[in-house]
């Protein structure tokens, strides 16, 4: 395998900090992923079986929790601790939040079932990705967005405030403030 990294004397945590590609052999990064893991499943648990402490595994899960940002189990999350979740924002079951780089989500957000958030990229080229190369790129979703069921967002992606995104879109670019957009890739079809 070609030496990717020559002179750089990083770590791939480091490098995957910085969103520039590493490989996700670290036994660091490994360590976060399974500890996010193991949060993410003792808080389904919880809440399955009613037990009021079940809000302290999602906060010790979460980077940055609002109080009363709710969040549906099942969650799934490589780390957890790049995530951002505003105040009032609503999450509904199986969100899946690839947090490689920082998810950022607003204040009075809606977001639908099996909703996608995806922050990795890997390599266009064959060799670079059999090589298992990879970067990630962060989404911002703004305040009081509206993400129906199972919309997928792309690395890169800027929500704006009060969009609606209709169920299944793929959102492969920016949306802007105040649209309806939908379809795959997703458009704006209209304003509100």
Not at 84 to 99: E, H, Q
Not at 172 to 187: L, S
């Amino acid at each position: 395998m070609q030496d990717y990294f020559l002179g750089d004397t990083r770590t791939n945590h480091e490098r995957m900090l910085a969103g520039d590609l590493y490989i996700a052999d670290d036994p660091e990064i490994e360590k976060r992923a399974a500890r996010a893991a193991r949060l993410a499943d003792l808080y389904h648990r919880q809440v399955i079986s009613g037990d009021p402490a079940a809000r302290g595994w999602l906060e010790d899960l979460i980077g940055e929790l609002a109080p009363d940002a709710v969040i549906r189990p099942p969650l799934f999350v490589d780390y957890g601790e790049h995530i951002s979740i505003g105040a009032r924002t609503f999450i509904n079951f199986n969100l899946t939040a690839l947090d490689v780089a920082k998810i950022t989500i607003g204040a009075d957000c809606q977001i639908g079932p099996n909703v996608q958030l995806l922050t990795p990229t890997h390599p266009v080229e064959p060799q670079p990705r059999r090589d298992k190369l990879e970067a990630a790129q962060p989404i911002t979703i703004g305040d009081n967005v509206w993400l129906g069921g199972g919309v997928i967002v792309c690395p890169g992606v800027t929500i704006g405030d009060n969009s609606v995104i209709g169920a299944g879109a793929v959102v492969t670019k920016d949306i802007p403030a105040n649209v309806v957009a939908v379809g795959n890739p997703a458009k704006v079809v209209r304003s509100i």
